[in-house]
């Protein structure tokens, strides 16, 4: 959870909402897309891509891809060469929903889609050293959905822990653990069937007070009693490659957000594309979400005094009052980038630009 209070223009309950409670056809169309983009040969996988998408498409992805704008580029450059790699590959999900995006200046309706895409690791992506054992690349995925087509497509997805699970040391001795993680402890996800409205407004409220309580980083109150205002003690934060996951408010104080405030400095305000929550569940993104400077110890890198964007994606689920699990992904490599170290090229010894996936190389 990466949020600053006051910092976005919200509605609370949208007319289009009321109206299409259920975001059935939104979903549909995207559970079509994924059955469509699996199970197509990798030779067919633009024609997929251009059948489901707009012309003006935008699809936002981790570092070396960013911002890619035409479907064909983003199956040439993203999806093809992944397929290449990852073969026999799976979409395993842990969370499937939509809503309306509550933040008015995107707006929107938006289906979310997040777990892993499991495969064989048999041929080099972005340098990394194929296994030939699974593999599990955690993703997850914002759609908006408009007139029966995806418009836009934010993709965050763990290149980080793809490299340690195939031997490599991206960065140093994280103070979280890495696990390839589970979904939610309820099994409860993945909603391809109408949820209650009522349930989705009480888990974006929760979330919003969260972002109230939390946001400013200047409470006279303890981290873990701030923690506690909006949070379960038992929580669990599955956070990504270079920093990990960690269980209840004291250990996620002391191995993640302690250490993060304390090594950060000069912290913007928060910026979402979009926000939305359905049943138990909700999230956000933002590109970026906001900018800090490393004032020495981040991630055990020492002080650069140079700002850089955090580009992120939080899911949490919702339990009674309080928030239980939140599952974040961060763009560290895009973050240390702009920083002057370059990660992937550092450690895989290949750079892994743009130019290389357009040649369907899986390097």
């Not at 056809?25 to 995207?30: G, I, M, P, R």
């Not at 005094?305 to 895009?334: C, M, Q, S």
Request: glycine content about 10%; some cysteine; charged content about 20%.
């Amino acid at each position: 959870m990466f949020l600053q209070a006051n910092a976005i223009k919200c509605q609370s309950e949208p007319e289009s909402t009321r109206m299409n409670p259920d975001f059935k056809d939104e979903k549909q169309l995207v559970r079509d897309y994924y059955a469509r983009l699996d199970g197509a040969n990798v030779a067919d996988i633009p024609a997929v891509l251009e059948a489901f998408t707009t012309k003006e498409y935008l699809w936002r992805g981790y570092h070396p891809f960013h911002e890619i704008r035409t479907s064909v580029e983003v199956a040439e450059l993203f999806w093809q060469p992944l397929r290449r790699s990852l073969t026999s590959l799976q979409r395993r999900l842990n969370v499937f929903m939509a809503g309306q995006n509550t933040i008015t200046d995107t707006g929107g309706v938006w289906v979310v889609a997040m777990g892993h895409l499991m495969g064989l690791f048999d041929q080099p992506w972005l340098g990394i050293p194929p296994t030939g054992k699974i593999a599990m690349l955690r993703f997850c995925e914002f759609h908006r959905v408009e007139n029966g087509k995806i418009v836009d497509t934010a993709m965050f997805f763990d290149i980080p822990h793809l490299m340690v699970q195939a031997g490599l040391r991206p960065f140093p001795n994280q103070t979280a653990a890495h696990l390839v993680q589970p979904g939610p402890m309820t099994h409860e996800g993945v909603m391809f069937e109408p949820q209650d409205p009522a349930k989705g407004q009480k888990t974006l409220a929760t979330i919003e007070k969260m972002i109230t309580d939390l946001g400013q980083w200047d409470s006279p109150l303890s981290l873990e009693d701030e923690l506690r205002l909006t949070w379960a003690e038992d929580m669990i934060w599955w956070g990504p490659e270079g920093i990990g996951a960690t269980y209840t408010i004291e250990r996620y104080a002391k191995q993640h957000s302690g250490p993060f405030r304390a090594s950060l400095t000069n912290r913007s305000k928060t910026g979402h594309i979009a926000r939305l929550a359905e049943g138990n569940f909700g999230g956000f993104f933002g590109w970026p979400n906001f900018t800090a400077t490393p004032s020495g110890g981040f991630m055990g890198m020492p002080a650069t005094n140079t700002p850089a964007e955090f580009r992120v994606i939080d899911i949490y689920r919702r339990e009674g009052e309080k928030l239980a699990e939140n599952w974040i992904f961060i763009d560290l490599l895009h973050f240390w980038n702009m920083q002057g170290i370059d990660i992937l090229a550092r450690t895989t010894g290949i750079h892994a630009g743009r130019e290389i996936g357009a040649k369907g190389v899986a390097l």
